[in-house]
């Protein structure tokens, strides 16, 4: 007999794993004016999702123990769970950051950088036009 609780928590570990991929790799909020996108609220959201996985996967890998007569793997669920949650909240404050940043670039009210003193302004706002002219709108 096979341990499917064991292979839901292994499977939900690893789809966490591929969401975490696509939150950190796959940018979805372009930068006003350039052809460069970074992370948006879709990564954030992704990230999340990936974290929730990871709980679920913890959850099944602990439910898989008490079947200890059923093959299949029982501890990677819960090992690939906590490495999930942990990488995931890490990649939803990377995400969080640079779509602070985007925000502020594409003149978004009251975004956390517009907060800033004017001296730190100044060298973002010229990061940024240099960003603009370097990669163009296509």
Do not use: W
């Amino acid at each position: 007999m096979k341990n499917v609780k064991g292979f839901i928590g292994l499977f939900t570990g690893i789809a966490a794993f591929i969401l975490i991929g696509l939150a950190l790799f796959l940018p979805t909020y372009k930068i006003a004016g350039t052809s460069i996108a970074l992370h948006g609220t879709t990564n954030i959201i992704m990230a999340i999702v990936a974290g929730v996985l990871g709980i679920i996967a913890i959850v099944f890998g602990i439910m898989s123990k008490k079947d200890r007569d059923k093959k299949g793997p029982r501890k990677a669920g819960v090992i690939i769970g906590i490495f999930a949650i942990i990488i995931s909240l890490i990649s939803a404050g990377v995400c969080a950051l640079t779509k602070t940043l985007v925000d502020y670039a594409n003149g978004v009210p009251n975004s956390a950088f517009s907060q800033l003193d004017d001296e730190s302004r100044k060298s973002i706002d010229k990061a940024l036009d240099d960003i603009r002219a370097q990669y163009p709108e296509n």
